[in-house]
């Protein structure tokens, strides 16, 4: 991963949540202070992990004290397990870097992704992202122009889809320029981006970036990434609400975590959080098997077992669809 757009910036000049960025705890012992983890807790963190420790000051207040296996602490928190070689797991689980050329990755049919940023609000310890190379991919390194000519090519498509990392670490100008320059793609009729920025740093909703999803003629689509109900407090849920009034659709996708989102009660809860928030479930995504993340594996009966339970307890509209990536298939790959 790379400094985040304007991480530069003196703070007289950043806005809310570049500061808030800025501000975001790097330091594990700071963090196991701040949380006032037990010593035991505390011998399983890794140090010095080759993707760093980062997590904005706002979710770490959203995480019980002195409870290590807080499922927010989890997602975050690098453990010394992430070095051991695990059968099956490898820095490239999806095989991205053979179809990503020059930062626009062309899996399926109709909808192309632009790797908008390397950059991202918090580092996920279970990220498929985490080994990816972004130097090299990163559509934007001093402009758009090689991504927007492969897209303004690509004549199927009908939606750009912006990842990362997070596209929502770009500033509101830039981002404007780059949603301005694909709104004059003809062939474009749908932005999607995805993001976790609203539900780490809620500050990231601000009037620029409502105002340029009001402004652009495209549709918008937002889909989130939120795993746990304690991530969505009353500042996140405001945010999400006005996101909603902009956009044509809100959306969220979480990834299966052992030992986070791993029980129906917490599902359940999710799903009553989001649409309380304006967003429906999409997609529950089997975990990648990106090296470092074996211990947050659920197993697919395990996985069948929770939806099932889910289907049974919710209305239909708030059961995610499980899904797994399986590298070379047209679409995301559907279990249940
Ligand atoms: C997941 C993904 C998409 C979007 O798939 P949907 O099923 O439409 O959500 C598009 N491109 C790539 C490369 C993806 O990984
Ligand atoms: S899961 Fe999303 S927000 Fe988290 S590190 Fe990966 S790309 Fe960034």
Redesign the pocket.
């Known amino acids: ?1 790379i400094p985040l757009d304007g991480a530069s910036m003196t703070s007289a000049g950043a806005s809310s949540w570049q500061r808030a960025l800025q501000e975001a705890v790097r330091d594990p012992a700071e963090l196991c202070r701040l949380l006032d983890l037990p010593p035991a807790a505390q011998a399983l963190i890794a140090d010095l992990p080759s993707f760093p420790l980062l997590v904005p000051r706002s979710f770490v207040a959203r995480m019980r004290r002195g409870d290590a296996s807080d499922p927010l602490l989890r997602q975050v928190l690098p453990l010394s397990a992430e070095r051991d070689a695990v059968p099956g797991f490898s820095a490239d689980p999806l095989r991205e870097r053979a179809v990503s050329a020059g930062g626009v990755l062309r899996k399926y049919a109709g909808r192309a992704l632009l790797i908008a940023s390397g950059a ?5 310890r ?5 080994e990816f190379p972004y130097p090299e991919q990163l559509a934007a390194r001093n402009d758009w122009s090689a991504a927007l000519a492969a897209l303004r090519r690509e004549t199927g498509v009908g939606e750009v889809i912006l ?4 596209p929502l670490s770009l500033s509101n100008r830039r981002l404007g320029r780059l949603v301005e320059a694909l709104a004059r793609i003809p062939s474009l009729q749908r932005l999607r981006v ?3 920025f609203p539900i ?1 740093v809620p500050e990231r909703v601000d009037e620029g970036l409502l105002g340029l999803l009001s402004a652009t003629r495209l549709q918008t689509v937002i889909v989130v ?1 939120a795993n746990h109900p304690q991530e969505i407090d009353v500042e996140v849920a405001n945010a999400l609400l006005a996101l909603k009034a902009r956009t044509s659709a809100l959306l969220n996708q979480s ?1 299966l975590l052992k030992g986070v989102n791993d029980s129906a009660d917490a599902l359940a809860a999710l799903s009553e959080r989001l649409i309380d928030a304006g967003v429906l479930p999409y997609y529950l995504h089997m975990l990648d098997k990106v090296a470092g993340a074996a211990h947050f594996a659920v197993d697919d009966a395990a996985a069948t077992g929770l939806v099932s339970e889910l289907r049974a307890r919710l209305p239909g509209y708030l059961v995610p669809r499980l899904v797994r990536e399986i590298p070379g298939e047209l679409s995301k790959t559907l279990i249940l």
Request: glycine share 10%; charged share 20%.
């Open positions: 991963m991202c609000p918090v580092h996920c279970y990220c498929f992202r985490r990842s990362g990392g997070d995805h993001t976790r780490m990434h990834v």
